[in-house]
Structures are given as C-alpha cells and as structure tokens.
C-alpha cells in the first residue's frame, strides 16, 4: 500500500490518544472465566433489525476501499456474507452501492446527513432501492477531525479516477461529502420522516445523549469515537459503553466499535452489554492483504477467537456473557 494510504487507514487524530487508548482498554480489562457451566457447541448467532446473523462481528463504515485493494467495497462486502455478517457501507464508498450490493449479503448504509434535505433524501432512496437494511447516522463529525498524519503527507482527495460514487448528484456530478456543524435532534426526526428504515446513531458516548437518542424513537446506537479520528481525548468506546447500555435500559440495541483487534475483546465487549460489535481497521487491513478472501479470513479469525474463548469462560451463547466475567 501508498505509505499515505497507510497512514490514512491507521492513523487518528492529534496525537492519537484516543486511537491508543480503545486498545488499551482491553488490554486493562481481565475476563474472569465460569467453569463447570458450558456443555458442547457454542451459538453465536443473533438477530439484528430482522437480520440473522452468524457472528457478532459486524464490519463497521470506512471510507476509500479502493485505496486498499482495487476490488474495493464489494470485496469487502463478499466477504462479509461469506462471514455471515452485515457489511456497513461507508457513505464515502469508492463504489456505486448497486454493485456492492450484488455481492448478496445484508448492508446497512452509513450516512453523514448533508445540508441539503433533498440530496440526502436522494442518497438514502437510492441506498433503499440496493436493498441496505438500516441507515447509520454519524454524528460524532460535526466538524472534520484533525488527522495529523494526512495534513502533514498532504493527503486531503482521493487520487484520478477514484471518486465517492454514491455522492452523485442528478446531474452525475460528485458532490465532496461535507461535515454539517447544524446537525441536532430536529434533523433525526426528519430522517425519521424519511426513510422507513431502522436509524441507527454511530458515535454516541454520553448515556444522556443515549436517553436523548430513545426519546427521538433512534431504532440503535453504536458507541465509537471514529476509531479515534475525530474528537482526540474521547473516552475509550469499552469504558463508554457500560454507561450507555445502563441509560438505554434494553429498549434499543446498542453496538460498539473501536480496538477491537481479538476474539476476547469481543467477549469482554458484548460481557459490558454490546449487543453486538463493528471493526474498522482490522477489516482494511484484512481486505489489502487478500481482497474478499482477505476480509474473510479476518471476520473468521475473530469470529473463531470469540468462539474459543467462550469455551474456556464458560458461555455457551452470547447471552451467557454477563457483566460479572470481567474486571479491570
Ligand atoms: C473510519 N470510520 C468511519 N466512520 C463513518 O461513520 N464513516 C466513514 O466513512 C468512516 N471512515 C473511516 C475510515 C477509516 C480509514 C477508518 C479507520 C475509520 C470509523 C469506523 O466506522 C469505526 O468507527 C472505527 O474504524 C472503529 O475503530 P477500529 O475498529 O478501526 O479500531
């Protein structure tokens, strides 16, 4: 990969505090194992939004994929339904969302709502007709983080030929995506006159935003702070999330993603309440190194990982994974 590109994927912003410390996290957080209590195979499978899924480990939206691979998103998407998971397409897509559809498995569009309502209403009903099941709302991007590593390789568009595809306009045009410092709570009750899809908000940290999000009818909530990338010196999303899942009661469900690089952060993760988890990086790297066989074999990894560990903590299915198996 360009050493740029590089940077682009890993990097985060400032001094990347926020960036290392969703991975500490885990690495401060022990799993304390039940013996005795899980007999034979394990169940990982859940069900999201009417989806069934075979893994808890969603892939979470990043920009570019073309910059990783020239298959691009739908070799990413391919091997999320060989994982049996959903892929969440970045709004940033390097390809038109029909043909990361045609991969065949599930998707949930992620969207950064633009100031014009009538493009955004238009990006969402094109998203609808490629068959995304849910609309992923970022909030946490009111305004662009300040991403040292691309200010400094000078890295600020994609290269010729390469464009965001599913910013087309009527005219054909790409529109640049733009970060609206507008965004509230009004435009969450406007998208949810828009579309009839599940809304999710992605990038939710405080539990009274979370109470806030319940109260405007939000269908779930992911915690992450952009994998770093955007506000540095946010809260690690695992020290986040128990707060959140308290404030939410179990009326939605609530997701989380950042650091997640193991089987057993998994565990420690959906243990502090996530119902599930998304992972960013770790699916680009996968995708550079062996395109849809590449993401494949990272979700399965990690999905294995999870797998074994539960055997040895004693849980049989995901919901045997209960707060009391983890201290710090
Ligand atoms: C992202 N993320 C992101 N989020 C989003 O809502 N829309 C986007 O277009 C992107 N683009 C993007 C690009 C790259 C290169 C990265 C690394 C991340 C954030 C992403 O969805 C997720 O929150 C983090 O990646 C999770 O952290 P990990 O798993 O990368 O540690």
């Known amino acids: 990969m360009d050493p740029v590109h590089e940077d682009f994927f890993a990097g985060g912003a400032g001094e990347e505090r926020t960036l290392r410390a969703n991975e500490a996290a885990y690495e401060r957080l022990r799993i304390v194992p039940r013996v005795l209590r899980a007999t034979g195979?394990?169940?990982?499978?859940l069900t999201l939004f009417g989806t069934e899924l075979a893994t808890?480990?969603?892939?979470?939206?990043?920009?570019?994929?073309k910059l990783a691979h020239p298959d691009g998103e739908a070799a990413t998407a391919r091997g999320?339904?060989?994982?049996?998971?959903?892929?969440?397409?970045?709004?940033?897509?390097?390809?038109?969302?029909?043909?990361?559809a045609a991969a065949g498995g599930p998707l949930w569009f992620q969207l950064y709502p633009q100031s014009d309502l009538a493009f955004t209403a238009a990006v969402i009903k094109r998203a609808e007709a490629a068959g995304c099941r849910a609309l992923v709302v970022t909030v946490d991007s009111p305004v662009f983080g300040r991403r040292e590593r691309d200010l400094r390789n000078g890295f600020l568009d994609l290269p010729d030929g390469l464009a965001c595809e599913n910013l087309r306009d009527a005219e054909g045009k790409v529109r640049s995506i733009e970060m609206d410092a507008t965004l509230g709570w009004d435009r969450?009750?406007?998208?949810?006159?828009?579309?009839?899809?599940?809304?999710?908000?992605?990038?939710?940290?405080?539990?009274?935003?979370?109470r806030l999000a319940v109260e405007h009818g939000v269908d779930g909530l992911i915690v992450s702070n952009h994998g770093g990338r955007q506000l540095d010196g946010a809260v690690a999303t695992v020290d986040a999330l128990p707060r959140v899942v308290d404030a939410v009661g179990g009326r939605i469900p609530v997701l989380v993603d950042g650091?997640?690089?193991r089987g057993v952060d998994v565990l420690v993760a959906?243990?502090?309440g996530a119902d599930a988890v998304l992972v960013g990086r770790p699916v680009v790297w996968g995708l550079a190194a062996g395109g849809a066989p590449g993401v494949l074999k990272k979700l399965r990894d990690l999905t294995g990982e999870l797998d074994h560990a539960m055997?040895?903590?004693?849980?049989?299915?995901?919901?045997?994974?209960t707060p009391d198996l983890v201290v710090a």
Do not use: N, Y
């Open 80 to 100: 999320a339904a060989g994982a049996g998971t959903v892929m969440v397409v970045s709004m940033a897509a390097t390809q038109p969302i029909e043909e990361i």
């Open 188 to 210: 969450i009750a406007w998208l949810r006159g828009t579309t009839g899809l599940p809304i999710l908000l992605k990038g939710v940290l405080h539990p009274a935003d979370a």
């Open 41 to 45: 195979d394990r169940d990982l499978r």
């Open 270 to 272: 959906l243990a502090l």
């Open 311 to 321: 055997a040895l903590a004693g849980a049989k299915r995901l919901a045997d994974l």
């Open 259 to 261: 650091g997640i690089r």
């Open 56 to 65: 808890p480990v969603l892939v979470a939206p990043t920009a570019f994929h």
